[in-house]
Nanobody, 126 residues
Framework: QVQLVESGGGSVQAGGSLRLSCAAS????????MGWFRRAPGKEREGIAS???????IYEDSVKGRFTISGDNAKRTLYLQMNSLKPEDTAMYYC????????????????????WGQGTQVTVSS
């Protein structure tokens, strides 16, 4: 059974850092497209970072240069390092994995992901 469990969220002041983790089980981690999404209060869920099976990454413009997505295949864990956090980064953060396996490019589209974690809350105060 595919399972994704996020951790590492919390409250931080603007300018601070957090590292989110997503522990994956029940599937071959390295053969899936992986991504991080977030839903801010009153807004739609949006893709912010993704890594394809080649290791190539993509970022949404508002987090580019501040957030870094990475994966540890041995630990089956996806990470999101978040630096220079801003109040507008406040949201519930979700990791996601594709159903398809193989040679897959990165994507920020929800439709390209089938498995989702429960989310971890990030709150950034000014």
């Amino acid at each position: 059974q595919v399972q994704l469990v996020e951790s590492g969220g919390g409250s931080v002041q603007a300018g601070g850092s957090l590292r989110l983790s997503c522990a994956a089980s029940g599937f071959t981690f390295s053969a899936r497209r992986m991504g991080w999404f977030r839903r801010a209060p009153g807004k739609e869920r949006e893709g912010i970072a993704s890594i394809g099976t080649s290791g190539i990454t993509i970022y949404e413009d508002s987090v580019k240069g501040r957030f870094t997505i990475s994966g540890d295949n041995a630990k089956r864990t996806l990470y999101l390092q978040m630096n220079s956090l801003k109040p507008e980064d406040t949201a519930m953060y979700y990791c996601a994995a594709s159903r398809s396996v193989g040679w897959l490019p990165h994507s920020l589209r929800e439709a390209d992901f089938s498995y989702w974690g429960q989310g971890t809350q990030v709150t950034v105060s000014s």
